[in-house]
Nanobody, 120 residues
């Protein structure tokens, strides 16, 4: 059974940057993704990466500011976030699935989430 543990969240000023990490245990050659959920809102897709790292998907609104990557030797997926805005404030979750998708029902394992708060 895969366990996913996110880290790297915190409080940052608008315009700042953060790098989130998701460490996976168990078999990890699956697609991985980041989703986020702001208070009172539904969980939304952020980015996904194929098992090889060669295929990536991004939410259109986040292209150019967020970058997903993975290091299979370390069983870790990263989300580099730049030019952060207050509206990026949310709990960020990583997830594992058989293939990259923007839909959360494509993923069968989820981490516990890490809070990102962007102050104005």
């Amino acid at each position: 059974q895969v366990q996913l543990v996110e880290s790297g969240g915190g409080l940052v000023q608008a315009g700042g940057s953060l790098i989130l990490s998701c460490a996976a245990s168990g078999r990890t050659l699956f697609a991985m993704a980041w989703f986020r959920q702001a208070p009172g809102k539904e969980r939304e897709f952020v980015a996904a990466v194929s098992w090889s790292g060669s295929g990536v998907l991004y939410a259109d609104s986040l292209k150019g500011r967020f970058t997903i990557s993975r290091d299979n030797a370390k069983n870790t997926v990263y989300l580099q976030m730049t030019s952060l805005k207050p509206e990026d404030t949310a709990v960020y979750y990583c997830a594992r699935g058989d293939r990259s998708s923007v839909y959360n029902n494509a993923y069968d394992s989820w981490g516990q989430g890490t809070q990102v708060t962007v102050s104005s």
